[in-house]
Structure formats: structure tokens, C-alpha cells
């Protein structure tokens, strides 16, 4: 493995895997206690065996005590935006809030023919020239990255357990992810990997996986319109019926004598009750930096377009801070009128429509749907309205929680900032020494 070489490698994992794996797989069908059969367990090829059986036969929850650590090393922001949509895994991600990303390069899988690639990478040097004049000027690097297409390269930690990595990788190579090269080179990579520790799961695996994306198969290439700046919208369109009422008789059903809707937030057997109410919002025109952010909160239901379409898209977001510096304003929607003439260029080429991500803007706006439990939402709140969060997704959660106080005043009363609902703010040296004003703030909110 080289230092920088793209890929997906994986690092560490549970000491003695196959072992423990099989230990699960004898526990509740065999005499002995758990040490003592995880002692007897010597025999790899009687516990590959074993294993075997037992998943074949449907009882996969033993490949959950094998946990693995896996790196995507210079992968692009698009395999970002797909693995975070498994949710039975934790990631940690090189941040472009924080980290310079000019020197970052990109990833243009081999579909791209030589002329196309030299095209792309013109387009991509350009990108890269205004992404540094922003930075020079004074822009911070979360908002001068609107500019640069998906194709950037970034890295990547991942965490699961074996179970879930079957699914992850049967995916790539047989489901959605094998109409893209780089998702179906990566998870080879990974197969080989695995196969090493567990040879012939994933194969037994694979005749549950089917092309999810046949229903879009004959969707041909369209041109996009000409570029156009949008406005946020959030909507909240379902939401439990008298939620408050229902949270309070079920904390006396449960034998709790006195309740108090914002102390219960801080109670972490009341703030379960939570989960019993359930908010849909239709969120629309946000930039596809917010759908990274928001996809994180992997306690919902998220719906969005398929990649393709998100790649058509005419309508794009513009920073405050750029559009507010009349220079950086011209420079940035001319920048957006080639990527689009760009686009064009390779639709007339008759470009596979699946790789057009590779030269969307993170500017690009989006649309999707998702429905959170309430509790979810106190910590997506929490997260979202602080003042360090991301302010694109600060100004989504805040028009999100106006409304939820709108439909439910007593039920979300203490929603806000983790400094607002628990009076302690988790930042640390990097508070913004702010509470008295988000109390104000969120005292005061309708």
C-alpha cells in the first residue's frame, strides 16, 4: 500500500475475528460457557465452516462481533456522498470547512475518453485558480469550495462490522454502485479483502442484490438550462398529532410522577420517549454540501435523486460571502456558466450520464425528503443551530425548528443549541461565549 495511492484498505479489525464469529455461531446450540468456547475454538478451517453454515442458513448477526477499519485513500467527494448513506458504519472525513483543499487534485475514472479527460482537468485547473483567488481574498475555504466539482479527491475513515460490509460491498459490485467505476473498483478492492478472511460469503451474498437503478437505465444525457440562484426552502408536511399530549401520558404510563418537557430533553430514559413521534420535511434547494451534512444523522428516513439528476441541475447556492463582493460574484457565476458549458460539451458527446458527477459543482441544489423521530431531531438541533455549525445547514435547522415550535410549542420548547437545552456548550475553547444571546435567541423563538 502506497502512501498515496487511491484505493480502499483495510487497516485493522477485531483480534481473532474469525474466532469470536464462530463462538457466536456455537454459543446458543452448544454446551460450555462463552471463555470456554472461545478456547476450543482452534480450528480455523472447522470455524470457517461452521460460519458458513450458519449464515447460509440466515442467521447473520454472528458477523456482527467482527469489526473492521477500513481507509479510502484519495478516493473523490462522490464516494464520500455514497458510503455515508449506509448507516450502520462511522466515518470520519477530511473536512473542507477547515482543511485548503487547492492542493487536493481529483479523480476522473477510465470511461473518460483522453480528450475528455484533458477537457475535465483544463476545467478542473481552472476551478482550482478561483478556489485559491477566493482564499487569497478572504473567503473562507467552507464557501470557496461551492466551486470545485465532485470529482475531488479527499480520505476517508470507515468502521463496521463484517455484516454490514457484506451489504456495503455487494452494493458497489452488484447493486447501484457498479454503474460507477470508482464504486465498483473500490469494492473489488474490498472483496479481495475480505474473501482473505471469509471466502465465499460475499458470492452467497450476491444473488440478493439486483440493479436498483434499472428503473433509470434508459434515461438519456439532457442538456441543463441556463444557471440560475435559488432560495431555501423547508417544509415541514407530516407530524405526530399532538405529540406533547401523547409524551406526557406516556411518561406517567411508564411510572414517571412528575414531567417537565425541557428537564425530560436532559433525562436519557424520558428523551427516549422521543423516538415515539415522528416530522417529515420536504427540504428543497440546498447545496449538495448540506445533503453531506445532513446525511450524517443516520436516525431517519432520507430520499433524494438519483446522482444523475442531481448532476443535470441548472440551479446552483452562492455563499453570502461571495455573492456580498461584487469581483468574486462575476467570477463565480462565470465559473458556473463553463462548468454548465462544460456539461453540455459531454452530453453531446453522449457521455454515460453516471460520470457527470465528476464535474458537478458542490454549489449544485438539491432536493430531499426525510423524516426524523423527535429525538433525532434534539440532537440534529443541537448540532445544527450552534453557532460553529456549517451556516447553510445552521439556517436549514433553524427554519426547521421554527416550525416544529410552531406545531408543537410545549414538546420542542427546550430544542435548540447543545448550550440552550443543556447550559453546556461542547466546543470548548472554540465556544463562541454566546449563551446569553441564544437563550434570548431561543427563549423567544416562534
Not at 466515518?91 to 475518453?113: C, H, M, Q, W
Request: aromatic share 12%; with cysteine.
Amino acid at each position: 500500500m502506497k502512501i498515496n495511492e487511491s484505493g480502499a484498505f483495510i487497516l485493522s479489525e477485531t483480534k481473532n475475528g474469525e474466532k469470536i464469529v464462530s463462538c457466536g455461531g456455537r454459543i446458543s446450540t452448544r454446551p460450555g460457557t462463552a471463555v470456554e468456547l472461545y478456547k476450543s475454538a482452534t480450528d480455523k478451517e472447522k470455524n470457517l465452516n461452521l460460519i458458513s453454515k450458519v449464515v447460509s442458513s440466515g442467521h447473520k448477526t454472528i458477523l456482527e462481533h467482527h469489526h473492521f477499519n477500513i481507509a479510502f485513500n484519495n478516493v473523490s467527494i462522490f464516494i464520500e456522498q455514497y458510503l455515508i448513506e449506509f448507516r450502520l458504519a462511522s466515518y470520519t472525513i477530511k473536512s473542507g470547512r477547515y482543511v485548503n483543499f487547492s492542493k487536493a487534485g481529483f479523480n476522473l475514472p477510465d470511461e473518460f475518453t483522453d480528450s475528455q479527460k484533458a477537457k475535465i482537468k483544463s476545467h478542473y485547473k481552472e476551478m482550482f485558480k478561483i478556489y485559491d483567488k477566493f482564499v487569497e481574498g478572504g473567503i473562507p475555504v467552507e464557501d470557496a469550495r461551492f466551486i470545485l466539482p465532485y470529482g475531488l479527491k479527499t480520505n476517508i475513515y470507515m468502521s463496521l462490522n463484517a455484516r454490514e460490509l457484506i451489504h456495503v460491498i455487494c452494493t458497489m459490485i452488484y447493486g447501484r454502485g457498479k454503474h460507477y467505476s470508482e464504486v465498483f473498483a473500490l469494492g473489488q478492492q474490498l472483496k479481495n479483502q475480505f474473501d482473505e478472511r471469509y471466502p465465499g460469503l460475499i458470492e452467497a451474498s450476491a444473488k440478493y442484490y439486483t440493479d436498483d437503478l434499472s428503473c433509470c437505465l434508459n434515461v438519456k444525457n439532457e442538456p441543463c438550462g441556463k444557471p440560475e440562484y435559488v432560495t431555501h426552502s423547508a417544509e415541514l408536511v407530516s407530524s405526530t398529532e399532538n405529540a406533547s399530549e401523547k409524551l406526557s401520558d406516556f411518561a406517567k404510563f411508564c411510572g414517571y410522577d412528575k414531567f417537565d418537557f425541557k428537564t425530560a430533553l436532559k433525562d436519557n430514559k424520558l428523551s427516549k420517549l422521543l423516538e415515539h413521534f415522528n416530522y417529515t420535511f420536504k427540504v428543497e434547494n440546498f447545496s449538495l454540501i448540506v445533503l453531506k451534512h445532513y446525511t450524517r444523522h443516520r436516525m431517519q428516513s432520507l430520499s433524494t435523486a438519483p446522482i444523475h439528476v442531481m448532476a443535470n441541475s441548472n440551479k446552483f447556492v452562492m455563499p453570502e460571502s461571495i455573492s456580498a463582493n461584487p469581483e468574486f460574484k462575476a467570477i463565480f457565476e462565470a465559473a458556473i456558466k463553463k462548468n454548465r458549458k462544460l456539461y453540455n460539451l459531454l452530453v453531446s458527446e453522449n457521455l454515460n450520464p453516471y460520470l457527470m458527477i465528476y464535474i458537478t459543482p458542490h454549489a449544485t441544489a438539491i432536493n430531499f425528503v426525510s423524516t426524523l423521530n423527535a429525538r433525532e431531531l434534539l440532537h440534529f438541533v443541537n448540532l445544527r443551530t450552534c453557532n460553529r455549525a456549517q451556516w447553510e445547514i445552521r439556517y436549514l435547522a433553524e427554519k426547521m425548528l421554527k416550525q416544529l415550535k410552531s406545531a408543537d410549542k410545549d414538546l420542542f420548547a427546550g430544542f435548540g443549541p447543545s448550550c440552550y437545552t443543556f447550559g453546556v456548550c461542547p466546543e470548548g475553547r472554540l465556544c463562541c461565549g454566546k449563551q446569553a444571546e441564544m437563550k434570548t435567541k431561543y427563549d423567544n423563538m416562534e
